[in-house]
């Protein structure tokens, strides 16, 4: 994007009118019902949020997998990394959800609608040297608890980002990958041409520790994946694209 482009977007997205979810009081009864409620497809039931006339009702239903990992942090202070935020409502969800942690969202679009003292919004696109530069300026030192890949979905982004985000997560804390199976489902997210395994593929080999065939990943940052990652656990939610993996980090 041209250098005048996404100035003239940056400043057009800090004068937009946003939500401010501080001031929303929502009876939490259930993440699942925060996700219908904000609109994000990780719930069980929700309307087509990529296209606003569709009456379609989609859900990958990833909720109770979240709970089941996440439901004793509820109230602890940290600091959660979304990559991919589309116009915010799983960030919103999750600030509502963890009263008490920082919800950090990645995207390279400007759509994000909601605010709040505890959601910080960084512009990026994973893809472009410049803006990763300026990414790791902003979040130089930083450790986050969570950190869930929801981008673009292509292979070769699922693996380098979670090679490059894997040291930005703390100690005993989450990578969570949600839909890693979309470029064995979707022909068009599958930019390897062959030269990568797909990633439950990949997944499986993290799981025993299993060297692998790769042009992105090389054998030293392999054995800093098998060194670091003690757990790996993979759930199928209610679509054929529905799958959700989470790490854990030693
Ligand atoms: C599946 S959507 C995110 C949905 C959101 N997490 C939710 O649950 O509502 C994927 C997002 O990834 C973003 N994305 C795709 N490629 C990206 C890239 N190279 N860098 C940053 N964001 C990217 C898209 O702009 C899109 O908003």
Known sequence: ????????????????????????????TSLDKL???????????????????????VGHGYSKFYEKHFASLRENKFDLLEIGTWFGASSAAFAKYFYNANIYGIDRNFKFKY???RI???????????????????????????IIEDGSHILSHIIKN???FLKYLDNDGYFVIED???????????????????FDEILSNIKNKKYFNSKILSQSQQKYIFENIESVNVYKG??????IAFLKKK
């Open 1 to 28: 994007m041209k250098k005048t482009t996404k100035l003239f977007k940056k400043i057009i997205f800090f004068l937009k009118k946003k939500t401010n979810i501080d001031s929303q009081q929502i009876e939490v």
């Open 35 to 57: 996700f219908i409620f904000y609109g994000t497809d990780k719930a069980s039931n929700v309307k087509n949020q990529y296209d606003v006339n569709s009456k379609q009702i």
């Open 115 to 117: 605010k709040s003292k």
């Open 120 to 146: 910080k919004f960084l512009n990026c696109d994973l893809t472009n040297y410049n803006d990763l530069t300026r990414l790791e300026k902003n979040i130089r030192g930083k450790s986050f608890k969570i």
């Open 162 to 164: 979670l090679i490059f």
């Open 180 to 198: 890693f199976n979309a470029p064995k489902n979707y022909n068009y997210l599958n930019d390897c041409a062959n030269s990568e395994l797909f």
């Open 238 to 243: 209610i679509r054929k694209e529905s799958d």
